[in-house]
């Protein structure tokens, strides 16, 4: 089951705050959350598991609600560099199981 | 620590011509995927292989795909013969373990563009 990513595209201006989420309609034991630039690898942000804790990386933070089986990517102030494609991708049981990727928020910051 | 290395970076090829990419994942990740990602969509796993076993290939179109990970190191993928839908770009991403806690790096892809 393919998590389903809210919203597809958004363009925000520098300092912008931005959200996105990721949403599944099973039972899921952690999300992934990628960037990946245009013509470039896919690159690491965090992962979240099931417990709904909050994760945090200099402005970029994310959040997984169980019981809403959704996690959310905040985007606080944002830079020229945080323009890209966001993935989440989706884990449904603890182990060996692979994950499933969302089609991608695709955002744009501008000056 | 070098990445995971592909190539090549692009292949262009006429369909029914047959094709390759090589990877080699991060020094110590016994865990490597294939994916293949399509114009404005998200990655989706072909294979994955612990050490050298294929341990997930539910994905892989087994008529025109294979992979092989002979010694548990670098991986090649090969399609044959290639059709105008393969056209994407194929990515090779590798982790310490196959355990979902662990982050799978991913390498820069090979674009295929079937004529």
């Known amino acids: 089951q393919q998590p389903v990513q809210s919203p597809q595209a958004v363009i925000l201006r520098e300092g912008e705050d931005a959200v996105i989420n990721c949403s599944s309609s099973k039972a899921l034991y952690s999300v992934h959350w990628y960037r990946q630039k245009h013509g470039e690898a896919p690159v690491f942000l965090m992962i979240?598991?099931?417990?709904?804790e909050q994760k945090g990386h200099e402005k970029i933070s994310a959040s997984f609600n169980e019981k809403k089986q959704q996690s959310s990517l905040y985007l606080t102030a944002s830079q020229l560099s945080y323009s890209g494609t966001y993935f989440c991708g989706t884990e449904k049981y603890e182990g060996n199981t692979p994950l499933v990727f969302g089609k991608g928020t695709r955002l744009s910051v501008i000056a | 620590e070098a990445g995971v290395v592909q190539s090549p970076r692009y292949k262009i090829i006429e369909k029914k011509q047959p094709v390759a990419f090589w990877c080699n994942p991060i020094?110590?990740?016994?865990?490597l995927y294939w994916y293949r990602q399509n114009l404005g969509q998200g990655p989706e796993l072909l294979i994955r292989?612990?050490?050298?076993?294929?341990?997930?290939d539910s994905q892989l179109p087994k008529d025109r795909f294979s992979a092989e990970r002979l010694k548990g190191v670098d991986s090649t993928l090969k399609i044959q013969p290639a059709e105008l839908g393969d056209s994407a770009v194929y990515l090779c991403a590798s982790s310490r373990t196959g355990a979902g806690t662990d982050t799978q790096y991913f390498g820069p892809g090979t674009r295929l563009t079937v004529l």
């Open positions: 979240l598991l099931k417990g709904g």
């Open positions: 292989y612990e050490n050298e076993e294929a341990v997930d």
């Open positions: 020094s110590g990740h016994n865990t």
